[in-house]
């Protein structure tokens, strides 16, 4: 039997950062995966794939371009899924490629197959061939992932009622589909395939979607899904989805049918802990296969550590990086700094959203004083420059020691910008220091200072009321 210090299960973000920074601080790791998914869920199936796509829609249909060439403009007429499918096989292998590089030169054992507990410090590893090894760990990091929820009720073909695995090998841009669930998956597919012209429903349980983003945000959003033809239903819920030989009827708790030639099923995913067998570790998981740790990535069972989507929320792949990287830390005794609490989200939808920090909404329900500085695109010569009338950043700044307490983003390039945000509330900012910096111009980080400006003119008003004590409504 192989002995390593450190057996890592999966190959996603999570799991290559666990064995490498292992094998940095000198320690022999090794790295289980089935010989498909290296990269894991991120590379093969998720992140890389899903923004691939949306670069070649954004690319191909022209849409960014519209507002300065017209409504017409396209680069290609009748975008077929070959056309965007050859992208992402390039980039995803390229991605693959990058990964197995970085573990090799870096002295990881990737081990390819299925692994399963068979008690605390033993896995084996069963080879797509049949055959099957025992690996012995002195330290193991569980960086299994997620895969889509599959209800009963829903029965998946892989072509015309697909999830968000398969909806990667459609073999045409369907004209009508259904989207189920509007958690981020949902809303990121609807925004690519209405930009590609389907006519797309978004069946969502709650009365809203993505309720963790800016309320204003959210609304100036579906009111551009709307724009390319989308339809909400919102506070519906999908009982069934059935498949007739004309297409498929997707069955709502409320009684009304849709039909459609594509179903995208996306509410939601579930852990990978079953096939693992962690029950032979000790190590619970919960029913949609979660496994529970403490703050330094342990599981109930001290030298197992778990890491990424499989320990749940927030479930994006550069929280997942950063959590392996301190379980191997922690596993062999390397100090880290704290966990930063600043991290950003970013939402890959047309226009794409990114934010950091706490929302209005938070704010007002914590009865924090705060004021709001607005930036918008189309006031900004860089926006002009990229066609982008619709983008804004959002700064909210507390009212009495004028710190930055949220950045919202919405538009072109938002999943960028949000960072300029995050350095300066994570070294303790305040709004004072973007009204005095310089940015380049024409540029979108000019918004920053724009909205800096918004906030503080408002903020004066405020004190000049109070120091004349005197009220006096503003000019019309
Ligand atoms: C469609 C989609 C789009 C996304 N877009 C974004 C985005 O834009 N930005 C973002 O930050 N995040 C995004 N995410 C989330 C992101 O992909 C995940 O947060 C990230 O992949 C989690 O990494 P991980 O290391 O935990 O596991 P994963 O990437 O899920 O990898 C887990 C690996 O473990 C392997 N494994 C599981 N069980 C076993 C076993 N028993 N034996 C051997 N191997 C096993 C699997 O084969 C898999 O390769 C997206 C996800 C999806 C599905
Ligand atoms: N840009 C990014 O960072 C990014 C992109 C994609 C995915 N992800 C990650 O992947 C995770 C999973 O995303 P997801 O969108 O699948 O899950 P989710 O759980 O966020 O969303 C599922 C949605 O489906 C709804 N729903 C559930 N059952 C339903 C039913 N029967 N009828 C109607 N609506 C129903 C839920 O109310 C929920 O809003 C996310 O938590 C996210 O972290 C991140």
């Not at 081990?111 to 399963?116: Q, R, S």
């Not at 459609?170 to 989207?179: E, L, N, R």
């Not at 978004?202 to 204003?216: G, H, K, Q």
């Not at 540029?443 to 006096?472: C, F, H």
């Amino acid at each position: 039997m192989d002995s390593f210090d450190l057996v890592v299960i999966g190959s996603g973000p999570a799991g290559q950062k666990a064995a490498i920074a292992a094998a940095k601080l000198g320690h022999r790791a090794a790295v289980v995966d089935r010989g498909h998914m290296m990269g894991g869920v991120c590379i093969n199936t998720g992140t890389i794939p899903s923004k691939t796509l949306r670069e070649a829609v954004l690319y191909l249909t022209g849409l960014s371009q519209r507002e300065l060439y017209g409504e017409a403009y396209r680069v290609k007429e009748d975008i077929t899924i070959g056309d965007v499918a050859s992208r992402i096989a390039h980039v995803v292998n390229r991605e693959v490629d990058v990964v197995r590089n970085q573990l090799t030169r870096n002295h990881v054992v990737v081990l390819p197959g299925t692994a399963t507990f068979v008690d605390p410090h033993t896995i084996r590893v069963a080879a797509a061939d049949g055959t099957s090894r025992l690996l012995r760990g002195e330290k193991i990091v569980i960086a299994a992932g997620t895969k889509p929820a599959r209800p009963d009720s829903v029965d998946f073909d892989g072509e015309t009622i697909v999830d968000s695995d398969q909806i990667l090998s459609i073999d045409k841009v369907p004209a009508s589909m259904v989207v189920v669930g509007a958690g981020v998956i949902g809303i990121e597919y609807a925004s690519m395939f209405a930009a590609l012209g389907t006519k797309v429903t978004v069946v969502e349980s709650r009365a809203t979607m993505l309720p963790f983003c800016d309320d204003e945000i959210i609304e100036a959003l579906k009111y551009h899904l709307r724009s390319l033809a989308v339809t909400f239903r919102f506070s519906e819920t999908v009982l069934e989805v059935q498949k007739h030989p004309a297409g498929t009827l997707t069955v709502l708790q409320s009684g009304k049918k849709i039909p459609a030639d594509t179903v995208l099923y996306s509410a939601g995913r579930q852990g990978v802990t079953d096939e693992l067998n962690v029950q032979a570790a000790g190590v619970p998981a919960s029913n949609r296969g979660k496994v529970e740790v403490n703050e330094n990535f342990q599981t109930e069972v001290e030298h197992i550590y778990a890491v990424g989507d499989v320990i749940g929320f927030p479930a994006l792949a550069a929280t997942a990086m950063e959590q392996g990287r301190r379980a191997a830390y922690h596993a062999f005794d390397e100090p880290v700094g704290k966990l930063g609490d600043l991290q950003p989200i970013g939402i890959y939808s047309i226009p794409e959203i990114s934010f950091v920090g706490r929302t209005e909404g938070q704010l007002t329900a914590e009865r924090v004083p705060f004021e709001v500085g607005v930036a918008r695109y189309r006031e900004l010569a860089r926006g002009a420059i990229l066609g982008d009338s619709y983008g804004m950043l959002k700064i909210l700044v507390h009212a009495e020691s004028r710190e930055l307490l949220g950045v919202h983003v919405f538009g072109t390039n938002a999943t960028e910008l949000v960072h300029i945000g995050q350095t300066v509330m994570g070294c303790g900012g305040t709004v004072d220091y973007l009204v005095d910096a310089v940015f380049n111009y024409p540029t979108l980080a000019e918004s920053y200072k724009v909205a800096a400006l918004d906030a503080v003119n408002k903020m004066r008003a405020i004190a000049k009321v109070t120091q004349t004590g005197v009220y006096r409504p503003l000019p019309e």
